[in-house]
């Protein structure tokens, strides 16, 4: 029938693997977003994957516009950050002591991020974050944190707050498990909103440690600041004594060579206190950091005394593919990504426009995503406003032409510097077929 593919009829061998997976792991998968909950269907179990290309476990090939939700910006098993990775864990895997590796990979990051003073690393963004915050606190001696509606920034438990949008509203969870004290301590507003945020400021401001913000939106498909409003955030927290923390987690080393921060310049008033990076810098293993000014940095252990420490923070494999990453990431690499994506926006725009498709696509420099509905998309609400149905018989049309996008429509369509012509063909055919067959 028609939909025999939501049920694994066109993955056995993945079907099979996903039935084993949920007897040992709940649902089967050990990060919700996979098992296409928001899609249906079965979830490709990969065996293998080169350049732009993935292979699942019954041999079908696919164009990758997942690339690991952000960090496989040169493709899979590049030649040189796998000579890296080789070669580090040759002379062993982890030590616990420093190594050399590390102070290069810091290095890289502090040339790279002007701001950047000092940096630490560790291993997943969602440490970054919560390090990040755990620091603001100690540094300002307040609790307060705010966050924006629709920005995600790992699963801290302050952070998984984001109810409430239009309105200054206290976090409620999101989440069973986050306790009410944690999530109490967040304030979400709506993205985009200056007045929002002058209005909290006005009343709690003595008790706000910080302000976390993306520095351009990707997990609500893409949805970059608008002008001036990154601005806004640095003048009100600077004028209560309050942090800003920019998270390039998903932006950081793919919207550019730095990051949003290399798009939108430098805030008026001063750079970010602290930014998290993650994804890219660790080439698709897990490293990640943050960083930020110095007299803030001094305030972690065992300078200062704000614990902070991981058994494999700063991992010689880790670090040397994340090093070798970064110093391939050359002006060739973002002028090619930014080419892929002109011509899939372009792809987009032509075949759903043709078929009346509903869509809005959104950009931040090399990044970019494909809303279903009409009209700008400048907060969370707006981004909860399209066609999910449509998006989902989209995403599946999608992945029978053998092009895997990620399996939500708050995503952006992750690119590589691999993608070459023959898989950007392979990608653009596909989005005309299946345009015109969702219509
Ligand atoms: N911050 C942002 C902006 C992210 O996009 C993500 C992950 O998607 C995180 C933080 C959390 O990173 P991780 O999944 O490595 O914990």
Request: charged share 20%; aromatic share 8%; with cysteine.
């Amino acid at each position: 029938t028609d939909t025999a593919y939501l049920q694994g009829a066109d993955a056995p061998a993945s079907a099979a693997l996903l039935e084993r997976a949920r007897e040992v792991i709940p649902g089967g998968v050990n990060s919700p977003v996979r098992a296409f909950r928001s899609v249906g269907g079965t979830p490709r179990f990969m065996v293998r994957g080169q350049g732009p290309w993935m292979w699942d476990a019954d041999g079908t090939r696919y164009v990758d516009l997942v690339c690991s939700w952000g960090p496989m910006i040169l493709g899979h098993a590049d030649p040189d950050v796998l000579r890296a990775v080789i070669e580090a864990a040759s002379s062993g895997f982890s030590f616990g002591t420093p190594t050399e590796r590390e102070v290069l990979l810091a290095e890289e990051l502090v040339r790279r991020i002007g701001p950047l003073d000092r940096v630490r690393l560790v291993s997943s963004g969602t440490e970054a974050t919560m390090s990040a915050i755990r620091l603001a606190r100690g540094f300002t001696g307040r609790s307060v944190v705010v966050k924006f509606a629709g920005c995600y920034h790992g699963h801290v438990d302050a952070l998984l707050a984001s109810a409430g949008s239009g309105v200054a509203t206290f976090g409620l969870p999101d989440s069973p498990g986050v306790p009410a004290s944690a999530a109490g301590e967040t304030i979400v507003l709506p993205y985009n909103d200056v007045p929002a945020v002058e209005a909290v400021f006005a009343e709690r401001g003595q008790q706000i440690a910080a302000v976390i913000t993306e520095a351009a939106a990707g997990n609500m498909g893409v949805v970059p600041p608008a002008p001036g409003f990154t601005d806004a955030l640095r003048r009100i927290t600077s004028a209560h004594g309050a942090l800003l923390i920019s998270d390039e987690v998903m932006t950081g080393f793919r919207c550019s060579s730095t990051g949003w921060l290399g798009l939108e310049g430098i805030p008026a008033g001063g750079a970010p206190d602290l930014f998290t990076f993650g994804k890219v810098m660790g080439g698709g293993f897990p490293a990640a950091a943050f960083g930020g000014r110095a007299d803030v940095m001094a305030m972690l252990a065992p300078e200062g005394p704000v614990y902070q420490a991981g058994t494999l923070s700063g991992n010689p494999v880790a670090a040397a593919a994340g090093l070798t990453t970064l110093q391939k990431c050359t002006d060739e690499v973002y002028a090619r990504l930014a080419a892929v994506s002109d011509t899939l926006t372009a792809a987009v725009e032509e075949s759903f426009t043709r078929h009346g498709i509903p869509h809005r696509i959104q950009r931040a420099g090399s990044m970019f995503s494909v809303f279903f509905r009409e009209g700008e998309v400048v907060n969370y609400d707006d981004a909860r406003d399209q066609h999910f149905e449509r998006f989902g018989r989209f995403f599946h049309a999608m992945l029978r032409r053998g092009v895997h996008l990620p399996p939500s429509s708050f995503e952006a369509w992750f690119l590589s510097a691999a993608h070459d012509d023959e898989a950007v063909e392979h990608t653009v055919q596909a989005i005309a077929e299946s345009a015109a067959e969702i219509a």
